[in-house]
């Protein structure tokens, strides 16, 4: 018998999972798709693009009869702006798109070939279920998922208790793949439903990211954007593998290295020698862990050499330490002192590896006298303190002033296609609600409520469980009990839908995990298109339709929204999730109305008004008018007024532009002009520009208003302590292990 790698690999890891639960994981190829892409009937491909599409410059023809649809690749986070070719109703071709000002028509190897995915024989095209995990699935009727899934949901109910969080039996369990108006959707029944157990799989990644930028900047995502590359003349990697996560930044990065060689420094910061130290001039590779040291060491020398910006600091930045786990106001020279141990010697010796002392000087001298661009993602972010390393890195841009300028930011690079649009935008997260609300904020919590015309209270007040602690609460070992405080029984879940995403193949210590999915006490729903690791452990799986095959926004790294329309019909019974969510709220909003439980009966009218304006749509065009249909609820009414504020990015705006629009977006007219480059800067933000003619006196003389909850709209910086790693090598355990992708 002969294998290649990914082959073994592949069966390994199902031996693997089948030996840790006792059951046979094959799918029967019967339950997929009728065959493979030959086969398909041509004309039973073909769907009806919507006319406001072909009316729009996201619309082509050929002489041939090839038809163009404009969208944005899904494969990560970079936001690429693709056209699918279709022809004879069949995906046939990807290009880029040449007047996007994010890959001016490049694609990497990912981009150009999704299109494979569409036609693919192992689609899922049908519901599928079983009772038991044990017994093999069959293939159901729609209406017949859902009369399950309703009663499943109010069988866990039952079996769980009311907390302040909300039921604690049910949860909801999405990913950055998921399109804005999904997530929004998602989040906003299972909160009428009255839980705040939603969570997605940026907790595992990008949190980091969002609390670095919540306590330095006051609010989350990136000042500016890919934009600033091109006017850099230091770009400093830290922590990502851009050439092979990011190929389409990183071609840019190469291209502003090579038009400009002598001009520009890279510097490339990685434990491990990659592909992107090819176009580094400098790489600083170090013991895995020490970076937060590495990064003080270059604050100590911008600070102790007196490089810092003065003029900045004096009008934009104020200095703060957590004491007694609150924060307080510092001043510079206790900052300073803070540093005094971080000496480029000290640093050195911590980091190992061919770190010296010259060349943390040399580094932290470039950055604070040129125009430098920091970008990095899961190494600095997937680790044990990656929130204090996003504020060591934004220490460094707010000491020296490479803020808010042409040519300089710090950047954090999102992995996934709709962690930032859809997830942290969208209020995808167990504290988080759409608009950058948070839960425990009662005038949010009210907000919302007012928009969805519920009841006041109809949002549980204190977040649910987060995606570690979630997950815990299937297994609910002794371990997890210890370790959560899970004290009654009634605190562990029993239903989950899972949308768009595989935690049984990506969670961390993942046994207990697939033990626990396997045990018949918990109900679990899986919507995707291919089977996966968990569609394995699921009871119902639920057919979705692809990209292009509905309609959606996502949301990528530098806070720009963009469309993709319907243009090629999904196969068999594949249909949106936006229509599944309807047609559930629907008729769960029935049930709950006949129960005899009070608590469970007043829950019926907020399901009843979560999907009220959207129950006819969903009936007559589940593929794009009740997409936009939800995007103008988000967009116009929960966003509106919000820092992320999408109000003038509509549907027909998505579509003429080329490279959607970047929040924060008030007005169509701004909206028209692609929206707000740089953030917080008076003359080119909007909401910063309103805040300057509003309150002269309280904001004279200053050109940057860092708008958020940080109440002297003033950058943060927080003395953050070097803290090793928490684990390292041994006699018994000699290695380092590291991702290398980041």
Request: charged share 25%; aromatic share 10%; with cysteine.
């Amino acid at each position: 018998m002969k294998a290649d790698r990914r082959e073994f690999l592949k069966k390994s890891a199902a031996l693997t999972t089948a030996s840790l639960v006792g059951i046979n994981l094959k799918l029967d190829k019967a339950l997929l798709t009728k065959a493979n892409a030959q086969e398909w009937d041509e004309k039973e491909n073909l769907v009806k693009i919507p006319e406001e599409v072909k009316n729009s410059p996201a619309y082509k023809k050929d002489e041939d009869g090839t038809i163009w649809v404009r969208g944005v690749c899904r494969f990560c986070g970079v936001g690429c702006k693709v056209w699918l070719g279709i022809k004879n109703g069949k995906p046939a071709i990807i290009r880029g798109e040449e007047n996007s000002a994010i890959n001016r028509g490049l694609l990497c190897m990912k981009g150009m070939l999704f299109y494979k995915l569409f036609r693919h024989p192992d689609r899922l095209t049908q519901p599928l279920y079983r009772k038991s995990k044990k017994e093999p699935f069959r293939p159901i009727s729609w209406d017949q998922a859902f009369e399950i899934i309703t009663d499943e949901i109010i069988k866990a109910i039952k079996k769980g208790k009311w907390s302040k969080s909300g039921w604690t039996s049910i949860a909801y369990y999405g990913s950055g793949q998921c399109l804005t108006e999904e997530t929004y959707m998602f989040q906003k029944l299972f909160r009428c439903i009255g839980t705040n157990n939603i969570e997605g799989n940026p907790r595992l990644c990008m949190a980091s990211a969002v609390g670095g930028y919540l306590t330095s900047f006051g609010a989350d995502e990136p000042v500016g954007g890919y934009a600033d590359i091109d006017k850099a003349e230091t770009i400093f990697i830290i922590g990502s593998n851009t050439a092979e996560a990011h190929p389409i930044v990183y071609a840019r990065i190469m291209k502003r290295k090579l038009n400009n060689p002598n001009d520009v420094m890279v510097i490339n910061a990685d434990p491990r020698i990659s592909p992107t130290s090819r176009i580094a001039d400098i790489h600083l590779q170090f013991k895995p862990g020490t970076d937060l040291a590495l990064l003080n060491a270059i604050a100590h020398v911008i600070v102790y050499e007196n490089l810092y910006n003065k003029e900045f600091i004096k009008k934009y930045v104020s200095f703060h330490a957590i004491k007694r786990g609150k924060p307080v106001k510092i001043n510079f020279k206790e900052y300073k002192k803070f540093l005094k141990k971080y000496t480029p010697e000290y640093a050195a010796r911590i980091c190992g590896g061919n770190i010296t002392p010259d060349i943390i000087r040399k580094i932290a001298r470039r950055i604070a006298t040129t125009k430098t661009v920091t970008m990095w993602t899961m190494g600095i972010n997937q680790r044990t303190r990656g929130v204090w390393a996003n504020n060591l890195i934004h220490n460094i841009h707010f000491l020296t002033g490479n803020i808010c300028i042409d040519g300089a930011d710090s950047l954090s690079l999102t992995g996934q296609p709709n962690a930032c649009g859809g997830v942290r935008e969208g209020g995808g997260l167990c504290h988080i609600l759409p608009g950058h609300r948070k839960v425990a904020n009662s005038k949010h919590r009210a907000e919302l409520e007012k928009i969805w015309r519920v009841p006041r209270g109809t949002i549980p007040p204190k977040p649910g469980y987060h995606t570690v602690k979630m997950f815990s609460a299937i297994s609910f070992t002794e371990e997890d009990k210890k370790r959560f405080g899970f004290k009654d029984p009634r605190e562990k879940i029993r239903f989950i839908w899972i949308n768009e995403t595989s935690p049984l193949q990506s969670l961390p210590n993942l046994k207990r995990f697939v033990e626990g999915f396997a045990k018949d006490d918990v109900f679990v729903v899986v919507s995707d298109i291919f089977p996966t690791r968990t569609t394995e452990l699921a009871n119902l799986i639920l057919p979705t339709a692809f990209h292009f095959e509905k309609t959606g926004v996502y949301g990528c790294t530098e806070r720009r929204s963009q469309l993709t329309p319907v243009a090629i019909k999904a196969p068999e019974q594949a249909m949106p999730e936006t229509w599944m969510i309807i047609k559930v709220a629907t008729i769960l909003a029935k049930k709950l109305e006949k129960e005899s439980d009070p608590k469970l009966r007043k829950r019926a009218y907020p399901v009843y008004k979560a999907v009220k304006p959207f129950v006819k749509i969903a009936n007559k065009d589940p593929w794009y008018e009740l997409s936009k249909a939800i995007w103008n609820e988000y967009s116009q009414k929960v966003t509106k007024g919000r820092d992320c504020d999408l109000s003038g990015a509509t549907y027909e705006v998505l579509l003429e532009r080329p490279d959607g629009v970047q929040w924060p977006a008030p007005t169509v007219e701004i909206a028209k002009k692609g929206g707000t480059l740089r953030r917080f800067v008076v003359g080119k933000d909007p909401i910063a520009t309103e805040l300057a003619r509003k309150y002269p006196n309280k904001f004279k003389d200053r050109k940057i208003i860092v708008y958020g909850f940080h109440k002297d709209y003033k950058f943060w910086i927080w003395p953050r302590p070097y803290k090793g790693p928490a684990v390292t090598p041994d006699a018994e355990y000699p290695f380092y292990l590291s991702t290398g992708r980041h």
